[in-house]
């Protein structure tokens, strides 16, 4: 506790980016309590609706009810305009109230993604009110304790011409390059894809099963650079 306020002990690996298919959302589901593993079955991908996702980071409560909330704003929007809200003015809808509760020990990380007239589009948001929109130039956003293990993967692999299957292993390799490294994260891989027909459930593969399709090749790489300079 720091100045009456309780500290939290945070850890997750959220990540998503945008490619010419659409928008991959890739997130670990463990739930941890300093060292305590609470949970290893945390679904960190909020359906906000049929087009519009958001993913938890932070606080579980926080993201949980405020996404949720903005689940209930999305669709008031939808039926006072006749037409589905942007992905811009869903994340700022989330952006302002994030405002208002500055300094009042909210703990959120998130990205609200979607599809839209626009086309794909992804913004990260936190409790700081804080608000990025992916572009060119930044792509693809990760949050969380493992984050800095899975920014490694996409600064290395990432592509705007990804094909599908290349953008979901690319999602699915950057989470389990994070689970290994990072105590916090792990458990179950959640990945959906947007399209322009909406969000859809890719795959939930536990990161034991990524490890024997990622990590064991890594070794074995690893192992004939070896052997190489060995021979040399």
């Not at 959120?108 to 936190?126: R, S």
């Not at 299957?165 to 690319?170: D, F, Q, S, T, W």
């Not at 389990?176 to 105590?183: G, N, Q, S």
Request: glycine residues 10%.
């Amino acid at each position: 506790i720091d100045n009456g306020r309780v500290r939290f002990a945070k850890g997750t690996t959220t990540l998503a980016f945008k490619f010419q298919g659409g928008v991959i959302v890739s997130v670990d589901s463990r739930s941890t309590q300093g060292p305590y593993i609470a949970s290893q079955s945390v679904k960190k991908i909020i359906e906000i609706n049929p087009y519009l996702l958001g993913t938890m980071a932070g606080g579980a409560a926080d993201c949980a009810y405020w996404e949720r909330n903005l689940g209930v704003q999305c669709r008031l929007y939808e039926l006072r305009n006749k037409e589905r809200i942007s992905v811009a003015a869903a994340s700022k809808l989330l952006c302002n109230i994030m405002y208002s509760y500055r300094g009042y020990g909210l703990s959120m990380g998130t990205m609200v993604c979607g599809w839209d007239k626009t086309g794909p589009q992804l913004f990260y948001v936190d409790n700081d009110a804080t608000r990025l929109q992916a572009k060119d130039t930044m792509p693809y956003f990760s949050v969380g304790s493992g984050s800095m293990y899975a920014y490694g993967v996409l600064d290395s692999n990432w592509r705007y011409d990804l094909t599908e299957e290349e953008a979901i292993e690319l999602g699915q390799r950057a989470i389990y390059h994070a689970t290994f490294r990072d105590a916090y994260s792990g458990g179950i891989n959640n990945l959906y894809l947007v399209k322009e027909t909406g969000w859809e459930v890719i795959a939930a593969t536990d990161v034991l099963e990524l490890h024997e399709r990622f990590g064991q090749k890594s070794e074995e790489a690893g192992e004939s650079k070896g052997q190489e300079a060995d021979d040399e």
